[in-house]
């Protein structure tokens, strides 16, 4: 991107900034944002990261439909004054700031948490196409891989699992701490390209699979971050045991925690309404799309099952220490997601707060990590990660094995 359409940009965040803040999701006198498919694009430092989004209205409200793959993720705030386009992406406290132009739309993504995070922002209407095809896909990447991600010090493993039909390619990659939500894109003949938006995360991957069947691959994300990964057909290949990464540090017997909710209100694990139940402690961030995975299926669950006697606590650490913020963070994450369970404000995402909130744990290596605790409030199991709704057949084995584990401690 040039110097112009930078200045440009950022001149349109500093209208949005220093214009009194409009009603939510109506549009004032001024062009109308078309209903239908955007291609929508967001620079990073070295790439270009395409994105579909679709536009909707209803009387005189705007909607916004994130789509990656089998996902639609709704923008339900936008604003409209004039020619200019104000899309909060609320939950994850980030942005988008644009201009229709007679091409489309330009503006800036922006991250509000983050200082001087700025990247430029492109659309165009009626483009439903995330990557240009090339030539008829020469490789079907449908299957099982075993993926290495190249770290300076060795590798990190992963499990690639994708769908191929025709030169469609949808699929994610799962990790040990959680997975990387849904990626769709295309095969051009021996190569394929992934990209997914969903409001915090960018992320692009491109590979090729050379004579021996491996694929060399590509991988940015965000503003500047890049990585090379491999990966080779395995069926039989298995991550570590999610189970056993975090466990209780000796000396501690149980698991008692005492946090603010968002109202300030104090929440103990000895209050009565904990008292005699099983208790899932929910470790997490509203600035996290897996944990929003994983609160979209909790908060689920608890509605069904909460008449049984079990509860449901949630420990949010957020991307600031400042109380107001942190709190307005979990407000807004419970009302997009429906969590009719408790949240409470436990600290920061440093390790160092993650240590003081959590002193009885050897660690906590990832977001979200859940536990699991008896009628006592006796750890029963700690799990690393979640593996969200784009694993397909590795979501459903965990929502059967949570199922069963949560019956045994009801009956106990």
């Known amino acids: 991107m040039g110097r112009s359409f930078l200045i440009s940009a950022i001149s349109v965040y500093i209208f949005f900034a220093c214009t009194s803040e409009p009603e939510s999701g109506k549009n004032k006198p001024g062009r109308s944002l078309t209903e239908g498919k955007w291609r929508g694009t967001i620079a990073s430092e070295s790439r270009d990261i395409p994105f579909i989004f679709e536009v909707s209205s209803a009387s005189d409200s705007v909607k916004i439909h994130l789509i990656n793959g089998k996902e639609r993720f709704t923008i339900d705030d936008v604003t409209i004054i004039g020619d200019s386009v104000h899309i909060p992406i609320a939950i994850f406290d980030a942005a988008i700031h644009a201009r229709m132009t007679d091409g489309g739309l330009d503006g800036v993504y922006v991250k509000n948490y983050v200082a001087n995070y700025r990247l430029p922002f492109s659309a165009i209407y009626n483009d439903s196409a995330r990557f240009r095809s090339g030539e008829p896909p020469a490789i079907d990447y449908s299957g099982k891989w075993e993926v290495d991600f190249i770290e300076a010090d060795g590798t990190d493993k992963a499990i690639g699992l994708f769908q191929q039909e025709g030169s469609y390619l949808t699929g994610t990659f799962a990790t040990p701490t959680g997975d990387y939500r849904f990626l769709e894109g295309i095969v051009t003949g021996d190569t394929m390209k992934m990209s997914a938006f969903d409001g915090t995360h960018l992320y692009l991957f491109e590979g090729i699979v050379d004579e021996n069947g491996r694929i060399d691959g590509s991988f940015w ?3 500047a971050y890049f990585q090379k990964w491999t990966a080779v057909r395995n069926e039989a290949f298995e991550l570590p045991d999610p189970t056993s990464f975090t466990f209780l540090n000796p000396g501690y017997e149980d698991f008692n925690i005492s946090f603010p909710n968002a109202d300030g209100k104090i929440i103990s694990l000895k209050d009565e309404q904990f008292r005699d139940k099983p208790v899932i402690i929910q470790i997490m961030g509203s600035w996290c799309p897996n944990c929003m995975d994983e609160s979209r299926f909790l908060a689920s669950w608890y509605d069904l099952n909460k008449d049984r006697g079990v509860e449901i606590l949630g420990l949010a650490f957020e991307r600031k220490p400042e109380p107001d913020y942190a709190s307005e963070r979990v407000k807004v994450m419970k009302e997009k997601l429906g969590i009719h369970y408790e949240v409470l404000i436990a600290g920061t995402t440093t390790p160092e707060s993650r240590a003081e909130a959590l002193p009885m744990l050897n660690k906590v290596m990832s977001f979200p990590t ?42 106990e």
Do not use: A, C, Q, W
């Open 221 to 223: 994300s965000g503003k």
């Open 370 to 411: 859940t536990l699991f605790l008896d009628r006592n409030h006796k750890v029963r199991k700690i799990h690393t990660g979640f593996s969200g709704p784009g694993t397909g057949d590795m979501y459903d084995r965990y929502i059967e094995d949570f199922n069963i584990f949560m019956d045994k401690l009801l009956v």
